[in-house]
């Protein structure tokens, strides 16, 4: 792989649910996001094999986390400047509070819980 460099306005950008726009370098073993959520955006509990490294840029979102009926069970409220570290395979779910940009991680690269959902609106 060559190194390469981009513009995220220049990306295109995609909407997995209505309320998501999200633009995604691909590496070989990292994706980067850039994902709006917009205030009442809703993603679903999920898993995926990538651990996965969120960044919020600005907004308030509410994050659950891990299976109902473990100690990891737990809601938590991230907001600008807050990271949040998520092992593979670790139950996860979104919901925003405000419009928020969140940056993401994911390695290995591959595709993000959210597009599971692409044929449900939230």
Not at 12 to 31: C, M, N, S, W, Y
Request: net charge negative; proline share 6%.
């Amino acid at each position: 792989m060559d190194a390469t460099l981009h513009t995220l306005s220049q990306l295109d950008q995609d909407h997995p649910i209505e309320t998501i726009a999200r633009r995604r370098v691909f590496g070989d073993k990292i994706l980067f996001a850039e994902v709006h959520l917009a205030k009442g955006c809703q993603v679903a509990p999920h898993r995926h094999e990538s651990e996965q490294i969120a960044y919020v840029v600005r907004g308030k979102v509410k994050w659950t986390l891990g299976d109902p009926g473990t100690p990891e069970h737990r809601e938590v409220f991230a907001e600008s400047g807050t990271v949040v570290v998520l092992p593979a395979n670790f139950l996860h779910g979104v919901d925003a509070l405000e419009d928020t940009l969140v940056i993401d991680l994911l390695s290995p690269p591959g595709d993000m819980g959210v597009d599971s959902q692409k044929d449900r609106a939230h």
